[in-house]
């Protein structure tokens, strides 16, 4: 018999496997030519990457259950992350454009 | 009668457990070392994802064009396969809580044969672009693809090796420990996320 964690398990795991479904939709080539430099797809597709990596660590590793501390440092992380890939990316158009 | 297992010893919510939380039924899952490992390699990674994003930033759209040759569909499959790997192994994780040996057993399995399915994948895309003539040193969008496929694939190797110690816990009555099979689901899932952030940076974003 499924439990109630099983259930939320599987509900984790469909609403990744819809992500990465979107995050293919927005970043894949809907018009022939060559791909392009794209801000809004950029910082769509590495935002949910970083969505889906807390929900990885908060879900199924289990870090909601975790002290906070640890929550926190795992948070952390992933904001500096992903504020430095798209803040380089920023600057890097900036300098292109 | 089935000896008492460590699982049951240890599980949240027994006397035990709670007596050494200390923090309102909050637990570190797993041993407190493969969380620092795991931010010890998510900080390396995060090192090579912004010498990655650098360069990319430097060069303009001058990696785009080698971009176009990856094929989105094998990115794609490999996050669904590790996620759906990622799902049996915290599905292994509440199963052995539950003393359900034999069902986390075969999920530590089916973690196992996503795994191969996903370096037999990575596998068949490295001889597709090889043979396409794109390799280590055609430019250094695909020397980055290289390195961060495999050396991500490198640590999936070594996962192999934690899920048969997590395999061999659940298959021994008087081995079995909770904390040690949560280690091993740890560190799985950490191969899991560091995936899902080298799909969007090599594969999808622009």
């Known amino acids: 018999m499924q439990t109630a964690g099983d259930k939320r398990l599987s509900i984790v795991w469909i609403v990744l496997s819809g992500v990465t479904l979107v995050s293919w939709w927005i970043g894949f080539d809907h018009h022939t ?15 949910l990457a970083a969505l889906k990596s807390r929900i990885i660590i908060q879900e199924f590793m289990e870090a909601r259950r975790a002290p906070r501390l640890l ?12 504020l430095s890939l798209l803040g380089i990316y920023s600057i890097g158009m900036g300098f292109h454009l | 009668m089935r000896p008492m297992s460590n699982a049951a010893m240890n599980a949240p ?16 899952p797993g041993q407190p ?13 995060s090192s090579y994802f912004i ?20 094929s989105q569909g094998f990115g794609v499959a490999n996050t669904l396969i590790l996620l759906l790997s990622s799902w049996f192994m915290a599905g292994s994780v509440r199963s052995a809580r539950e003393g359900k040996y ?9 973690t196992a044969a996503c795994g191969l399915l996903f370096v037999g994948l990575k596998l068949l895309e490295w001889s597709d672009k090889i043979g396409e003539g794109l390799t280590l040193s055609t430019n250094e969008f695909f ?5 961060l ?22 298959r021994s009555p008087p081995r079995r420990s909770q904390e040690i099979v949560e280690t091993c689901a740890t560190y799985w899932h950490m191969i899991d996320f560091l995936w899902v952030i080298i799909f969007a940076l090599l594969y999808v974003m622009r």
Not at chain 1, 71 to 82: E, F, G, N, S, V
Not at chain 2, 13 to 28: K, M, Q
Not at chain 2, 34 to 40: D, E, G, K, S, T
């Open chain 2, 102 to 110: 034999d069902i986390a057993l075969r999920q530590v399995l089916l």
């Open chain 1, 33 to 47: 030519g060559p791909l392009r430099l794209n801000a809004p797809i950029t910082f769509g597709v590495l935002s």
């Open chain 2, 51 to 70: 010498v990655y994003m650098i360069r990319r930033a430097m060069a303009g759209d001058h990696f785009l064009p080698a971009q176009e040759h990856l």
């Open chain 2, 143 to 147: 020397s980055f693809y290289y390195f």
């Open chain 2, 33 to 45: 070392d493969m969380w620092a490992f795991v931010m010890f390699e998510a900080l390396i990674f």
């Open chain 2, 149 to 170: 496929t495999a050396i991500h694939v490198l640590h999936v190797l070594f996962g192999f090796v934690v899920l048969a110690v997590a395999a061999r816990e659940l």
């Open chain 1, 71 to 82: 929550r926190r440092i795992t948070d952390a992380w992933l904001l500096l992350l992903l």
């Open chain 2, 13 to 28: 919510g027994s006397a035990e457990a709670n007596s050494s939380l200390g923090n309102a039924g909050l637990r570190i």
